[in-house]
Each structure stands twice: as structure tokens, then as C-alpha cells.
């Protein structure tokens, strides 16, 4: 339960916020990954990162802005969000990018306003 | 783009009774099928897992099944319990990209 952790786990943010999420994982892995979590669709894969360099963004708006300074820490900067961004943000991680059992974190539960 | 549709959206069934969710995927390329559960306010947890090697496995309670030629799989829980009512999620992976179904909400009524 504690291998990914995410903070906060609550956000509530005006559209003119800039703010950050936070991931981190304690299990030596390699890659790390974000994802949203919207009522009634499936998870939406927006990013991935291996060894701290991006291989995969998935046609996310640049409101969005992933960060990842080292194989254990992930950061997601938010700025002038839609209200329609509100989800729940889960961060991943897995061995390599490849080896695909991901570990995923408790989420992030935007709110824009 | 990998395209992953589960069935069915809800499903309720009365403890004991069987409860059999399926998936089905577009790009056959995709070689490795996991499945998650996710209580409510939970993060998704990898419950079993198969890959395009294998027809089906099983672990205990829980079993997956995978038919490459048709691209479906599906996962099978039997005596099913209070604690299996959750969200599950089927998904596709090819390379590192893990595409999810829409999900299932499973009630396990007493």
C-alpha cells in the first residue's frame, strides 16, 4: 500500500491556479506513468516516463506539464485548468516501461472550480 | 489506436453466485491482459494477469481467459463474496501503453 504514494490527495484549484502534483514510488522501478480518472470513462493514459526522460505523451493539453527528476519522483504542474479537468489523478509505476504490472498510487482528487 | 470495450457496466450477483466480466480489444498486437480492482475511494490493485502465450490461469477464486483469434478475454470469479463487490477493469498492453476498458461495478448481495 505505501510502494506509490501520491500528495495531495485533495485539490481544489480556480482556473487562474497553478499548482503541482506529487508522486513518488519506493519500489526501485524504472518507469512511472500519470493517468485521469473521470465518472463513467475509462482510465486515460498522459503520460510516460522512463528513466526520468518522456517516451509517451498522449495528446494532453500543455495546461498539463509532467516533471521527473529522478526514477522515484514524478510531478504533474497544473495551470489554468478547465473545470472539466476535474478527476482523479493516478500516478503508476513499473519496473521498466515494458514490463507491464503497474503499481498504481491512492490518486489525486482534483477539483477545478 | 488500441480500442478496449468490457461488459457489462453494472453487475449483480448473490454471494456464492459466479460473476463472469468481459473484454474484448482491437489491435492485435496487444500481448499482455491484466485485470484490476478498485474499491471505492481505493486505488486500481492488480488482481490477475495473463499474457498472449497463455489460454487461461487461474488463482484460487479468480480465473482469465484469453481467445487471441476472436480478441476477448474475460475474468471469472466464483463463490463470489461481500468483499469482491469493487470496480474491475480490464486492459490491453502493447509495449509500454496500457489501454483500460470502461469498467465494471460488481454487487455481491447477501
Known amino acids: 500500500e505505501t510502494g506509490v504514494t501520491q500528495t495531495p490527495r485533495h485539490l481544489v484549484m480556480g482556473m487562474t491556479n497553478k499548482k503541482s502534483l506529487k508522486c513518488e514510488q519506493h519500489?526501485?522501478?524504472?518507469?512511472m506513468y500519470w493517468y485521469k480518472q473521470s465518472a463513467k470513462k475509462p482510465l486515460e493514459l498522459m503520460f510516460v516516463y522512463s528513466l526520468e526522460e518522456r517516451v509517451e505523451n498522449n495528446s494532453v493539453p500543455s495546461r498539463f506539464s509532467p516533471e521527473c527528476p529522478n526514477s522515484s519522483h514524478l510531478f504533474l504542474h497544473l495551470h489554468t485548468l478547465q473545470p472539466e479537468d476535474s478527476a482523479l489523478y493516478l500516478c503508476?509505476?513499473?519496473?521498466?516501461?515494458?514490463?507491464?504490472?503497474?503499481?498504481f498510487g491512492p490518486g489525486t482528487r482534483l477539483t477545478v472550480l | 489506436g488500441e480500442n478496449v470495450e468490457q461488459h457489462p457496466s453494472t453487475l449483480s450477483v448473490q454471494e456464492g453466485d459466479s460473476a463472469v466480466i468481459k473484454c474484448t480489444y482491437s489491435d492485435s498486437a496487444s500481448n499482455y491482459f491484466p485485470w484490476y480492482k478498485q474499491e471505492l475511494g481505493k486505488r486500481p490493485q492488480l488482481i490477475i494477469d495473463?499474457?498472449?502465450?497463455?489460454g487461461e490461469k487461474k488463482d484460487q477464486r479468480i480465473a482469465v481467459t484469453l481467445n487471441k483469434t476472436a480478441k476477448h478475454f474475460s475474468l471469472h470469479i466464483t463463490e463470489t463474496q461481500p468483499e469482491d463487490s469493487a470496480v474491475y477493469f480490464c486492459?490491453?498492453?502493447?509495449?509500454?501503453?496500457?489501454?483500460f476498458g470502461t469498467g465494471t461495478r460488481l454487487q455481491v448481495t447477501l
Open positions: 495473463i499474457r498472449s502465450n497463455v
Open positions: 486492459a490491453a498492453s502493447k509495449l509500454s501503453k496500457l489501454t
Open positions: 503508476a509505476s513499473s519496473q521498466d516501461v515494458g514490463k507491464e504490472t503497474q503499481y
Open positions: 519500489l526501485g522501478h524504472n518507469a
